[in-house]
């Protein structure tokens, strides 16, 4: 199933095979292969071949995507995009077989990809790569090898390997040693990277290949050169016995270029040159380099260690592997400038620290083991509790560093752990599944689930956003009582074995795309004075409960115990107790309708958002005494029930803080005729303040830094507030009282976190679906 990929993926895949001649083997060995062999051959993988260029050594072939080598007892095929390089290998051993040549060594190498989502299996997946090969392998080599990854996990591109080699066998002459540098390159200059797009100007390839400077970096080769519409890059140059390759994806967000050396002698080639010059063709923000050399020389001149980077760049680490019949490979990483802090990969995230929402991407946070690990990760600055001139000050520091003007969130790391500190002591039994919908970003999900949280999630991408955190399918529960066909195909095919229900037609879609799913009844349990009501909608009346918990049964579906949800914002306790004992009254039912392994009782959300009590203790006013209350008396410990909630507003509303640049100033009249004053901001109504519409929200908000001028001394004008989208309808506040401003000043709207971006759409052009996110770890 190939999903929409958000970028062209650069990094390449690329196998090596060596082969040994058998006494029928002709003497061209595998040059002898045809063209339309070749073509069958790179079908396989779904590429193929738009250029060729020979010497007495070798071919060498220019790929739809990369390039292939093939010399008479060697092959290298490199492969990029989305392509099948391992789906080749029976091919290729085949065609070999039929040459009288056996392979007895075989290596297989890549950089990390950038959207390894996007992968068709295997690959995206090194241990079901190596898995694949070693079955195509079969026999002797297959069941040989080793598999290993080098690099900083948490930093950069890793480096995958495998090597499978029969070793020295009686008979079977020395391979010669082959020494190979890989040069990756990600976040390429864009002015550098501009060279490589098949402009209005464009020339010729050979115009391309001088004007970028890779030319110089080639003399005396052979250059096969050729520029992809609409942009793109890709060159091999034959030397002898020994290539240079390059592959450039000059597209901004996910460029990425390539360079390869392989065949120079070790003694001749010398590695910080070649670095340095190519580091100049690209400029990179982030450099890895994999030195290989293919057998173990008493002297080889690339043990680990002795690669240097151009003085621009900060080297970031190094690795170096021995492989068991000798040889090795040597990784380096370095980024441009003095970054110390980790950027991870892959780049969209990482400059602006801006979050890229949607599914089916790897996050950062997929790395992240322990709470320290989140706050590495997501580069969150430490910060004084509870003391807003100092958050004002670091919202300052950020405007100014990254030269902001789009609005841009503040999420406290920090305050989330005291949220989740102050639950786990006041509701002990109940554990938390946090409801995506609510906020769903990507560094407060990685915290929460290095904390130990579920997830509540309510369609395909809520549960590929979990996922890609890395968390197995039963963190999730499928709050969504009624899902869309899709979403229940996809719970199905994920793993997500858990899920709700208030019909008889939902039961009837289960039934039919996911019988194995687990299901929780959810009740209509209403606290008539929260914020947002939800029993118009979700929840089955007291008096459907047998005839749904029949069905159930009737169509084979185990009820796995009963959910509600009180409403969100909900404030009566009471509200929570009734609708406990509700639940109680629905598992007698359960097990009368033959329901035997009910054992979990959901008690949804609900929960305030982030209150708070003189001191700055998180308060959950007088839910939490009636919720344990209710469960002492009508789930009491050792009855075999699991309780779980599903709270997002408590978790989110207080932990995020939302500036504004004010853009746009003018002079009013108050209603009753004294001085007012209007402005407009970045955000809006159609932006993250469509809490105002669906949240039923009211918002507070403070001049970004004025502190005490904006307090008691300070004159206040009423001031109306509006959005950037041309409708009368996008205004923020009205008559709210402010001190004076003026354009460059700052909105602050705290408690932001809670049922805001998560809602915004881009309409009018401003697209406030993926807000520039910061993070803070406030502490005492
Ligand atoms: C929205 C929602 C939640 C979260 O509600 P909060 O009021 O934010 O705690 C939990 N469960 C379900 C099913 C929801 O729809």
């Given at each position: 199933?190939?999903?929409?990929?958000?970028?062209?993926?650069?990094?390449?895949?690329?196998?090596e095979?060596?082969?040994?001649?058998?006494p029928?083997?002709?003497?061209?060995?595998?040059?002898?292969?045809?063209?339309?062999?070749?073509?069958?051959?790179?079908?396989?993988?779904?590429?193929?071949i738009?250029?060729r260029?020979?010497?007495?050594?070798?071919?060498a072939?220019?790929?739809?995507?990369?390039?292939?080598?093939?010399?008479?007892?060697?092959?290298?095929?490199?492969?990029?995009g989305?392509?099948?390089l391992?789906?080749?290998v029976?091919?290729?051993?085949?065609?070999a077989?039929?040459?009288d040549?056996?392979a007895r060594?075989?290596?297989?190498?890549?950089?990390?990809?950038?959207?390894?989502?996007?992968?068709p299996?295997?690959?995206?997946?090194?241990s079901a790569?190596?898995?694949?090969?070693?079955?195509?392998l079969?026999?002797?080599?297959?069941?040989?090898?080793?598999?290993y990854?080098?690099g900083?996990?948490?930093?950069?591109?890793?480096?995958?390997?495998?090597?499978?080699d029969v070793g020295?066998?009686?008979?079977?002459?020395?391979?010669a040693?082959?020494?190979?540098?890989?040069?990756?390159m990600?976040?390429l200059?864009?002015?550098?990277a501009?060279n490589f797009?098949?402009?209005?100007?464009?020339?010729?390839?050979?115009?391309?290949?001088?004007a970028?400077?890779?030319?110089?970096?080639?003399?005396?080769a052979?250059v096969?050169?050729?520029v992809?519409?609409?942009?793109?890059?890709s060159?091999?140059?034959?030397?002898?016995?020994a290539?240079?390759?390059?592959?450039?994806?000059?597209?901004?967000g996910?460029?990425y270029a390539?360079?390869e050396?392989?065949g120079?002698?070790?003694?001749?080639?010398?590695?910080?040159?070649?670095?340095?010059?190519?580091?100049?063709i690209?400029?990179?923000?982030?450099?890895?380099?994999?030195?290989?050399?293919?057998?173990?020389?008493?002297?080889?001149?690339?043990?680990?260690?002795?690669?240097?980077?151009?003085s621009?760049y900060?080297?970031?680490g190094a690795?170096?592997?021995?492989?068991?019949h000798?040889?090795?490979?040597?990784?380096?990483s370095?980024?441009l400038?003095?970054?110390?802090n980790?950027?991870?990969?892959?780049?969209?995230?990482?400059?602006?620290?801006s979050?890229q929402?949607?599914a089916?991407?790897r996050l950062?946070?997929?790395?992240?083991?322990?709470v320290?690990?989140?706050?590495a990760?997501?580069d969150?600055?430490?910060?004084?509790?509870g003391?807003?001139?100092?958050?004002?000050?670091?919202?300052k520091?950020?405007?100014a560093?990254?030269?902001?003007?789009?609005?841009?969130?503040?999420?406290?790391?920090?305050?989330?752990?005291?949220?989740w500190a102050?639950?786990t002591a006041?509701?002990?039994?109940v554990?938390p599944?946090?409801?995506?919908?609510?906020?769903?970003?990507?560094?407060?999900?990685?915290?929460?689930a290095?904390?130990?949280?579920g997830?509540?999630?309510?369609?395909?991408?809520?549960?590929?956003?979990?996922?890609?955190?890395?968390?197995?399918?039963?963190?999730?529960?499928?709050?969504?009582?009624?899902?869309?066909?899709?979403?229940?195909?996809?719970?199905?095919?994920?793993?997500v074995?858990?899920?709700?229900?208030?019909?008889?037609?939902e039961?009837?879609?289960l039934?039919?795309?996911?019988?194995?799913?687990?299901?929780?009844?959810?009740?209509?349990?209403?606290?008539?004075?929260a914020?947002c009501?939800?029993?118009?909608?979700?929840?089955a009346?007291?008096?459907?409960?047998s005839?749904?918990?029949?069905?159930?049964a009737?169509?084979g579906?185990?009820?796995?115990g009963?959910?509600?949800h009180?409403?969100?914002?909900?404030?009566?306790?009471a509200?929570f107790?009734?609708?406990?004992?509700l639940?109680?009254?629905?598992?007698?039912?359960?097990?009368?309708?033959?329901?035997t392994?009910?054992?979990?009782?959901?008690?949804g959300?609900?929960?305030c958002?982030?209150?708070?009590d003189a001191?700055g203790?998180?308060?959950?006013?007088?839910?939490?005494?009636?919720?344990?209350?209710?469960?002492?008396?009508?789930?009491?410990?050792?009855?075999g029930?699991?309780v779980?909630?599903?709270?997002?507003?408590?978790?989110?509303?207080a932990?995020?803080?939302?500036?504004?640049?004010?853009?746009?100033?003018?002079?009013g009249r108050a209603?009753?005729?004294?001085?007012?004053?209007?402005?407009?901001?970045?955000d809006?109504?159609?932006?993250?303040?469509?809490?105002?519409?669906?949240?039923h929200?009211?918002?507070a908000c403070?001049?970004?830094?004025?502190?005490a001028?904006?307090?008691?001394?300070?004159?206040?004008?009423?001031?109306?507030?509006?959005g950037?989208?041309?409708?009368?309808?996008?205004t923020v506040?009205?008559?709210?009282?402010?001190p004076r401003?003026?354009?460059?000043?700052?909105?602050?709207?705290?408690?932001?976190g809670?049922?805001?971006?998560t809602?915004a759409?881009?309409?009018n052009?401003f697209?406030?679906?993926?807000?520039h996110v910061?993070?803070?770890?406030s502490?005492?």
């Open positions: 199933m190939a999903l929409p990929c958000p970028g062209f993926e650069g990094s390449e895949k690329r196998l095979v060596d082969f040994c001649f058998g029928g083997t002709p003497p061209c060995g595998l040059r002898t292969l045809s063209r339309p062999q070749l073509d069958g051959l790179l079908e396989k993988a779904s590429c193929c738009v250029s260029t020979s010497n007495a050594h070798f071919d072939y220019v790929l739809s995507e990369s390039s292939l080598f093939v010399f008479p007892d060697r092959l290298v095929l490199k492969t990029c989305t392509t099948k391992l789906d080749a029976p091919e290729l051993l085949g065609l077989a039929a040459l040549l056996q060594r075989c290596k297989y190498s890549r950089a990390s990809f950038l959207f390894p989502e996007h992968q299996m295997p690959h995206g997946d090194f790569e190596v898995q694949q090969l070693r079955a195509s079969g026999g002797n080599l297959g069941a040989l090898g080793s598999a990854v080098l900083d996990a948490l930093n950069g591109l890793q480096w995958h390997v495998f090597v499978a020295p066998r009686a008979g079977l002459p020395a391979l040693p082959v020494y190979t540098l890989e040069i990756c990600t976040h200059c864009p002015t550098k501009a797009v098949r402009g209005p100007d464009f020339v010729s390839a050979a115009a391309t290949t001088a970028s400077g890779i030319g110089a970096l080639l003399l005396g052979a096969d050169d050729y992809f519409e609409p942009c793109g890059y060159m091999n140059a034959v030397d002898g016995a290539f240079t390759t390059i592959h450039v994806t000059p597209e901004e996910f460029s390539s360079v050396l392989c120079y002698a070790g003694a001749t080639l010398d590695a910080s040159t070649v670095v340095e010059q190519v580091a100049a690209f400029n990179p923000e982030r450099i890895s380099v994999a030195l290989s050399v293919d057998q173990s020389l008493p002297c080889c001149p690339w043990a680990a260690g002795v690669l240097a980077f151009p621009a900060t080297a970031a690795a170096c592997q021995a492989f068991a000798g040889g090795r490979t040597s990784f380096y370095a980024a400038g003095g970054v110390t980790p950027i991870p990969f892959p780049g969209p995230y990482a400059a602006d620290g979050s929402r949607g089916g991407r950062r946070g997929a790395l992240a083991r322990s320290a690990d989140v706050l990760l997501y969150a600055a430490p910060l004084a509790r003391d807003a001139g100092a958050l004002d000050a670091h919202i520091c950020l405007v560093a990254h030269g902001l003007e789009d609005p841009v969130y503040v999420v406290d790391l920090g305050m989330v752990a005291r949220l102050a639950w006041a509701m002990p039994r554990a599944f946090y409801a995506v919908k609510c906020n769903d970003d990507e560094a407060l999900l990685a915290l929460l290095v904390l130990g949280a997830f509540d999630c309510a369609s395909e991408a809520e549960v590929d956003r979990v996922l890609a955190l890395g968390l197995p399918p039963g963190r999730i529960v499928y709050a969504n009582a009624c899902k869309r066909p899709r979403d229940i195909r996809h719970a199905a095919a994920r793993g074995d858990l899920t709700t229900f208030d019909t008889p037609s039961l009837a879609k039934a039919a795309w996911h019988p194995r799913t687990r299901a929780l009844l959810r009740l209509r349990a209403d606290d008539l004075a914020r009501q939800l029993g118009n909608k979700y929840g009346e007291p008096k459907d409960v005839m749904l918990l029949r069905v159930a009737e169509l579906i185990e009820v796995a009963v959910s509600f009180v409403g969100s914002g909900a404030t009566n306790p509200a107790s009734a609708a406990i004992a639940a109680a009254d629905a598992f007698a039912a359960g097990a009368a309708a033959g329901h392994g009910m054992d979990l009782l959901d008690i959300g609900g929960f958002g982030g209150t708070f001191s203790r998180v308060d959950l006013g007088g839910v939490p005494a009636a919720v344990n209350a209710a469960l002492a008396e009508h789930f009491p410990p050792g009855c029930v699991r779980i909630a599903e709270p997002g507003r408590y978790f989110a509303e932990a995020a803080t939302l500036a504004c640049l004010v853009y746009g100033v003018r002079d209603p009753g005729g004294g001085p007012a004053r209007d402005y407009w901001i970045t809006g109504l159609y932006g993250s303040m469509n809490c105002l519409l669906y949240d929200a009211v918002l403070r001049p970004l830094g004025r502190g001028k904006s307090g008691a001394g300070a004159q206040l004008l009423p001031s109306t507030v509006f950037p989208t041309c409708d009368g309808l996008d506040l009205r008559d709210h009282p402010l401003m003026e354009n460059g000043d700052w909105l602050v709207f705290p408690k932001m809670a049922y805001t971006h809602g759409s881009a309409f052009g697209d406030a679906t993926s807000p910061f993070y803070v770890f502490q005492a």
